[in-house]
């Protein structure tokens, strides 16, 4: 039996909620900073940067993707896992690179614009100003990842399942330019688990290791292993592959796989990769995919040994907590306490739903400071076709769920005076898997007189609860309304609104399951909206004292 390393404690997940697809290094030069990336799919900005002194105490630094000139056909991708797939993270001679792949969804698997690939570059990953245009390379396939030979020789690999036979390739490649040394060669076919992909490359102790993930992304998602004398190959698989997985299990982790590696000052190893919050049932995982963290023995000449992932771990020594980081994003696991105060900007871990209109977005406007302005678009959260936006945009922002419990509330000043103007809040997922509760304009009953309305909507692939509509009190009208969602439990969330000024008067307007935001690649979001429903409606919202308090992790 290998003995797993017990000289220190941490909790998984190391990032909660939606950050899949981990990529993680360290760097020596930069104070000896640990770095990871993430991949952010429609989100923008995208690709989160994550940087941490002591392993514990993480903290967002930039998002690599962050101006629309970078990337402005993110505006236009259609599908609801299009977007920023797997991101590798690099550093090599004082810059750093993010190797990723732009995927459209919609399109056939056999189109090879489906994926567009690219490279990021900084000299200074903690200022998002410095993250350059990408440089694009052509590559009929996803997860590309470079490897530095010591001959100068730079090699891309990447997976490819489309044209040809599922498995991993490699090429070399000018990281200036893009240009590519030849056609693409086939690695390994992986062990027959289904898309062969994720590779990483490892030289060590005279070897090279090549580092895949396999199953698919659910349930089945395994790491295994390959390794030959060659960067040429031919590999051969780790007898003991799986190196990583929880399939099979009773396990609360779950989909474990899409691995990196790295080492810390002692030259002991680590290991990221992502994992569900699931159970076996794969049912409840509002959160989507998060990256987790395990130590990894890997004696010389052998095959590396990854230590079990669950909630609490135990791991190598840790380096003495530090928390002298710059960036400006918060610590994970930091509360939100946002007055949108003169003079400040938009908090760098909202997001929107693919490129902002950046004028529908104002912190602090004149007639209304320290709050929020949110102008309407005419989409409302759900998709015109598929899951697309169009060039319209669509007016929301947000952040991510991070945390199994959690009360999320703002103020709300909103006066609609056309009809089908609408403004609220929403666990947002995907345009076509989300919850909203807003204050719409509508007609009363019997009556063509226009009112405010509360108005609660799901929609997912499963079932959902009924859409409800009430008017909203007659003493609450024309008032600023305290809006509040809460993750009361693993399963479920409330909604709930009151006046502002009386928090005594809150009422509880409805429930839904998390489960109707439990799909796909990515996870859960909390933010406002407004809306003219497809009309002629201009009226913004206004948005104040933004709370958002997390009150649990559930890890078993």
Request: proline share 8%; with cysteine.
């Amino acid at each position: 039996m290998i003995q797993e390393p017990t000289n220190s404690t941490f909790q998984n997940p190391i990032f909660p909620g939606f950050f899949p697809d981990p990529s993680c290094i360290f760097v020596e030069e930069w104070d000896l900073t640990f770095f990871c990336a993430s991949s952010s799919f429609n989100a923008f900005p995208g690709i989160p940067i994550h940087a941490s002194k002591d392993l514990k105490n993480w903290k967002l630094i930039s998002n690599a993707l962050n101006r629309h000139e970078q990337l402005p056909v993110l505006a236009l991708t259609n599908g609801s896992t299009s977007g920023i797939w797997a991101s590798t993270i690099r550093y090599h001679d004082g810059t750093f690179y993010v190797i990723t792949t732009l995927e459209h969804d919609k399109k056939a698997t056999d189109d090879p614009t489906r994926h567009d690939n690219m490279i990021f570059k900084s000299e200074d990953p903690f200022d998002p100003t410095a993250w350059s245009n990408p440089v694009h390379f052509e590559f009929e396939g996803y997860d590309p990842s470079p490897f530095w030979h010591d001959d100068g020789t730079v090699y891309i690999h990447g997976a490819h399942i489309w044209q040809v036979s599922p498995g991993i390739y490699q090429n070399t490649i000018d990281l200036e330019t893009g240009e590519l040394g030849g056609p693409w060669i086939s690695l390994w076919n992986g062990t027959g688990g289904l898309a062969p992909e994720g590779p990483h490359i490892y030289r060590k102790d005279g070897w090279y290791y090549l580092l895949a993930a396999e199953g698919g992304t659910g349930v089945d998602h395994m790491v295994t292993m390959a390794r030959s004398r060659s960067i040429n190959g031919p590999f051969e698989a780790n007898p003991a592959n799986p190196v990583l997985t929880n399939a099979n299990t009773t396990s609360y982790f779950q989909t474990l796989g899409h691995a990196d590696l790295f080492q810390d000052e002692n030259e002991n190893w680590w290991a990221v990769a992502l994992s569900t919050r699931s159970g076996p049932e794969y049912v409840t995982y509002p959160m989507g995919r998060e990256t987790v963290m395990t130590p990894v023995t890997w004696d010389e000449g052998k095959w590396p040994v990854f230590s079990r992932v669950q909630g609490e771990m135990s791991g190598w020594e840790m380096p003495d907590e530090n928390l002298n980081l710059d960036g400006h994003g918060p610590w994970v696991g930091e509360p939100d306490v946002i007055d949108f105060e003169p003079g400040s900007g938009i908090p760098s871990h909202f997001l929107y739903w693919r490129l902002p209109i950046e004028s529908s977005y104002t912190v602090s406007p004149q007639e209304h400071p320290r709050s929020l302005r949110v102008r309407p678009s005419k989409l409302n959260l759900t998709a015109y076709d598929g899951n697309y936006a169009g060039a319209g945009g669509q007016s929301f922002i947000g952040r991510r769920q991070t945390d199994t419990l959690f009360t999320w509330s703002v103020d709300m000043d909103f006066s609609p005076n056309v009809r089908d103007e609408e403004a609220g809040m929403s666990v947002f997922l995907t345009m076509n898997h989300h919850i909203r509760l807003g204050v719409v304009l509508l007609p009363s009953d019997n009556s063509t007189s226009l009112t405010p309305h509360f108005r609660f909507h799901a929609i997912s692939y499963i079932p959902t609860p009924p859409t409800t509509t009430y008017p909203v009190p007659a003493a609450w009208v024309d008032k600023k309304l305290h809006l509040e969602i809460k993750a009361f439990n693993l399963t479920h969330y409330s909604f709930s609104a009151g006046p502002a000024s009386s928090m005594s008067e809150m009422r509880t307007i409805a429930y839904a399951g998390a489960d109707i935001v439990s799909w796909g690649f990515t996870g859960a979001l909390l933010g406002v909206y407004a809306t003219s429903n497809g009309g002629n409606g201009t009226t913004p919202a206004y948005f104040e004292n933004w709370r958002y308090q997390g009150q649990g992790q559930f890890m078993s």
